[in-house]
Nanobody, 123 residues
Framework: QVQLVESGGGLVQAGGSLRLSCVASGRTFSTVTVGWFRQAPGKERAFVAAIRWTGGQTYYADSVRGRFTVSRDNAKNAMYLQMDSLKPEDTAVYHC????????????????WGQGTQVTVSS
C-alpha cells in the first residue's frame, strides 16, 4: 500500500501562483509514476500532469502546459506541482496519484490516490 497526502491548496487571484505538495509513505519503491489529476464541480476528474519516479520524464495536459511544472524529490518521497498564471478555470480539487504501470494520462493507470486539496482561483 502507498499512502498519499496532498497540501498547499488555497484561494488565489487569477494570475497568481500556488505550489502543491504530495508526500508518499508505505511501499513507495513500487511506484513507477506519480501524477496530478483535478476535479471541478460537476465535471469528470481530469489529468493534469505526471512524472516518472525514476528518470523524471514529465507529461502535461494541453490546458496547463507552459503554466504548471511537476517535479519530485525521491529522497523525500515527495512530488510537487508548481502552478503559475492561474486562471479561474483551474479551480478544482487536486489529487495526487501513484501507480505501478499503465497509462500516465488515465485514472485507471494509477493504484493509489490522495484525498485531494482544494484550489480556488478568483477572477
Amino acid at each position: 500500500q502507498v499512502q498519499l497526502v496532498e497540501s498547499g491548496g488555497g484561494l488565489v487571484q487569477a494570475g497568481g501562483s500556488l505550489r502543491l505538495s504530495c508526500v508518499a509513505s508505505g511501499r513507495t519503491f513500487s511506484t513507477v509514476t506519480v501524477g496530478w489529476f483535478r476535479q471541478a464541480p460537476g465535471k469528470e476528474r481530469a489529468f493534469v500532469a505526471a512524472i516518472r519516479w525514476t528518470g523524471g520524464q514529465t507529461y502535461y495536459a494541453d490546458s496547463v502546459r507552459g503554466r504548471f511544472t511537476v517535479s519530485r524529490d525521491n529522497a523525500k518521497n515527495a512530488m510537487y506541482l508548481q502552478m503559475d498564471s492561474l486562471k479561474p478555470e483551474d479551480t478544482a480539487v487536486y489529487h495526487c496519484a501513484a501507480s505501478g504501470t499503465g497509462s500516465v494520462r488515465e485514472q485507471s493507470g494509477y493504484n493509489y490516490w490522495g484525498q485531494g486539496t482544494q484550489v480556488t482561483v478568483s477572477s
